[in-house]
């Protein structure tokens, strides 16, 4: 193997010494999955309802969170879960046997905008929800994902998605196994009484509901294209650990920890677009749920890297896919010095998960084995700057942008020489945020489908930017060089929508207090 001769390493971002404005607390109002580990799981569902008796089922949901046991647990019960589940790893290591898998199960409840309305017509004070002040607030959730700036096609949508109008509410299932699953979600379904006709499945799927689980043997924990997945995730201050501390070499930054304003709705947080108006008491403790149907195309992914990674000056397919990528399929960065020439080395005593305390060159240098490419997934939807005036933070917008990832693969594993697109396989994305406009919406529309971001030229994220037309999507990967064409698309979006997951508290009072029977 040919010596990398690795340029200086760039001193490390001093981190913040002001302490959080606000600290994260009353987890027992929090909804479980709202976390940057989340739900356990290996297998998920997400089932899309439609609300046919709103005083009925205003009565029907506070049975989710106060009859026994819970069926909708808030984040401290999760948090035992875990605990569980770092036991019995703890005690099949010392007896040197695979751990147990534990049975176990989730759920999560969440609304759409519509879904409010129809729930405001079954409350005793309706006036309570404020749905004006949050068309102010949070103009992207009442107007739904059909209505916002992301360049989404409007064919060949999952016929679930194919009128928005039609889902009011959607439950988040996730558990050690499908029949783990099928159960809990039975449990709440007859809680909510569907068999009476308060709630009934939106038209268009399977039971109105797309499953996904965890791929299996090893490629456990990566997704579709074969990379592993949810590496890096923000660390709420007063909740998670801090970071580990950087390896030999790492840019240690801080940009891991985060102010849980930027996660979960606080009194202290406000949208950059809403003119400082708060909003409305009852959706303290809660967060903001985007959901979107992503369908890969992994023959696509192989063809392109293998067909022109000479082209663009890569060692092999393996290695311009970690630069579209951002990371090799380890998961470990392009951009730290131990990972210029290899995946994981051998003898490497830093797992890939812990590998966030890095940096991105201020100069790009994407004509060397260490260059991270502008527009490579990770280095779009996470720039790691602070500072303003660096090139990597050219958006004023950056500290705003935070999401915590909850995805999920669904479909079969692809194998060589399958029939092009008959199996359908991808990621069923999820993420979290105190703000729409903020989180999700500002990284795919000013980000992802953009060629100014973080520089003009950069190219669009090759694996979620969406152009307005398909020769929009390109990306510069190698500097002198022509830009790398993306077509076919390498993902696909399926349909999805915007959601509000209330506070336990918020379950229990304003949201089931039900008109009177007549």
């Not at 405001?120 to 949050?134: A, T």
């Not at 909003?279 to 959901?291: A, C, E, I, K, N």
């Not at 022109?308 to 970690?322: D, I, L, S, T």
């Not at 080395?345 to 100069?363: A, I, L, Q, R, W």
């Amino acid at each position: 193997m040919s010596t990398v001769v690795v340029p200086p390493i760039i001193p490390p971002t001093v981190p913040p010494t002001n302490p959080p404005v606000e600290k994260l607390e009353k987890l027992e109002d929090i909804q479980g999955d709202i976390w940057s580990k989340g739900f356990p799981k290996d297998n998920e569902t997400y089932y899309l309802f439609q609300i046919k008796h709103p005083a009925d089922f205003a009565r029907c949901l506070r049975k989710l969170v106060t009859d026994q046991p819970h069926l909708i647990p808030n984040l401290n019960m999760v948090k035992v879960n875990w605990a569980e589940i770092k036991a019995e790893k703890k005690r099949a290591d010392a007896h040197k046997e695979q751990p147990k898998r534990l049975p176990m199960a989730n759920a999560l409840i969440a609304f759409t905008y519509k879904g409010l309305e129809i729930i405001r017509g079954g409350l005793q004070n309706p006036d309570d929800l404020l749905l004006e002040d949050i068309e102010k607030t949070d103009p992207a959730f009442s107007h739904g994902m059909k209505s916002a700036p992301l360049n989404d096609p409007t064919a060949g949508l999952d016929p679930l998605f194919a009128d928005p109008t039609a889902i009011h509410g959607l439950l988040k299932v996730a558990g050690s196994s499908k029949e783990k699953v099928n159960e809990r979600l039975k449990e709440i379904q007859v809680a909510l009484q569907c068999d009476k006709g308060v709630i009934n499945d939106v038209p268009g799927g399977t039971e109105g509901r797309i499953d996904g689980a965890v791929r299996e043997g090893d490629n456990r924990g990566k997704e579709h294209f074969g990379f592993q997945d949810g590496i890096s995730q923000p660390l709420m201050n007063g909740l998670d650990d801090p970071p580990p501390a950087p390896d030999s070499g790492a840019l240690a930054t801080s940009t891991m920890e985060t102010e849980p304003k930027f996660l979960i709705v606080m009194e202290g947080t406000r949208s950059q677009g809403s003119n400082d108006i708060p909003r409305p008491d009852w959706m303290h403790q809660g967060s903001f749920l985007v959901f979107r149907k992503l369908e890969q195309n992994v023959e696509a992914f192989n063809d392109l890297t293998e067909k022109n990674f000479k082209r663009y000056e890569c060692r092999n397919a393996e290695h311009m896919g970690a630069k579209l990528m951002g990371r090799w399929r380890s998961g470990a960065p392009i951009t730290l010095p131990a990972y210029h020439t290899a995946d994981d080395p051998t003898g490497d005593h830093c797992k890939s998960k812990k590998m966030n305390n890095f940096g991105y060159e201020k100069v790009d240098d994407n004509s060397t084995a260490r260059g991270c490419p502008l527009a490579a997934h990770i280095r779009k939807t996470n720039p790691r700057r602070t500072d303003e005036e660096d090139t990597n933070a050219s958006d004023p917008g950056l500290k705003f942008t935070r999401i915590i990832r909850g995805g999920i693969p669904y479909g079969p594993d692809h194998t060589k020489g399958e029939k092009p697109g008959v199996m359908k396989r991808g990621l069923l994305f999820a993420c979290y945020q105190g703000s729409i406009e903020d989180g999700f919406q500002h990284m795919q529309s000013s980000w992802c489908n953009t060629d100014t971001f973080p520089m003009g030229g950069s190219g669009l994220d090759p694996i979620v930017g969406q152009g307005k037309s398909p020769d929009d999507m390109k990306m510069l990967i190698t500097e002198g060089k022509e830009q790398v064409q993306i077509n076919p698309p390498l993902v696909t979006f399926r349909g999805g929508e915007y959601f509000f997951v209330p506070s336990i508290k918020s379950l229990k009072g304003v949201l089931t207090a039900a008109a009177p029977l007549h």
